[in-house]
């Protein structure tokens, strides 16, 4: 939406619209004062030259991209309801008395610290969506699961530092027992057991709200038997293009690497050595299966 004719605008509030984009050049930096874009489709905020900014109202939007002016001080942002990975502390946070940033995919260690003024009644920022795991759904026992970017001390809601921890669940929500993983560093897990639908809960001081329904939890994983061949050294990771043709999986590989054949409830159906090129898996049953981390319906 181009609002430059409407110059000088002291407030700006635009609801449900299936509003995409906004364009502010035309606004005074001093003189905006409050926006209000809820239930649209934004996926960028750009308040970057507005100093007198004070009242911020986005919720329900598609934000993966918010900016604020280093002179801003501002009173209330709600940001709840987008796609937020940060959030940018660049600005004086120090007269917000309401800051919302739940249902984003913001972490432990990327939420701000409350702010100063600001009541921890009103300090939102639980639940959040689900951390997505960096690596397939589907792993075998012996890889290595990353998140260790989430083992990050933060104050929080607090005055002192304070150490993340990290539980695994099943899917019936109990918990995994410790005899099933080692943890070489904090933040990173080697399975040895067979497990599906598995998850990782993450807890700290500093974001007590991060409980029961409002736990900050990642995507599930399913761990599958290890048939002990070396990944490493055949490039696993090589990009490769799979489809379907003719009744058959197709694998279109860039160099060789190792393929893994995965089925809907987490079997192993085949894993093997492919060139580069194309390769034909024929005498895979009709279903659907994980290839490499790519769903396909056969």
Known sequence: MNITK?????????????LTSLDLTGQTADVLNSISIKNNELSELDLSKFTGIGEIECTGNCLSSFKMNDSAMPTIINLANNELKNFPINFDMSRLTRLNV???????????????????ANFLYAPQKEYRLSLSEVVCNDDEV??????????????????????????????????????PVVGKFVFNKVLSGIYCVVQTAAYPEFTETNQFKTTTLTVTESTGVDNADVGEKTPLRVYVSSDAVVIDAIDETVVRVISGTGVLVKMMKVSAGKTVLEGIPKGIYIINGIKIIL
């Open 6 to 18: 409407l110059s000088g605008l002291k407030s700006l509030t635009i609801g449900s619209s299936i």
């Open 102 to 120: 739940k249902e984003n995919f913001l972490t432990p260690v990327t939420l701000p610290d409350k702010p100063a003024g600001c009541d921890v």
């Open 146 to 183: 990353d998140i260790s970017e989430l083992a990050v001390p933060k104050k929080g809601i607090t005055t002192v530092w304070n150490e993340p921890s990290f539980i695994w669940l099943q899917s019936d929500g109990g918990a995994v027992p410790l005899a099933y993983y080692t943890t």
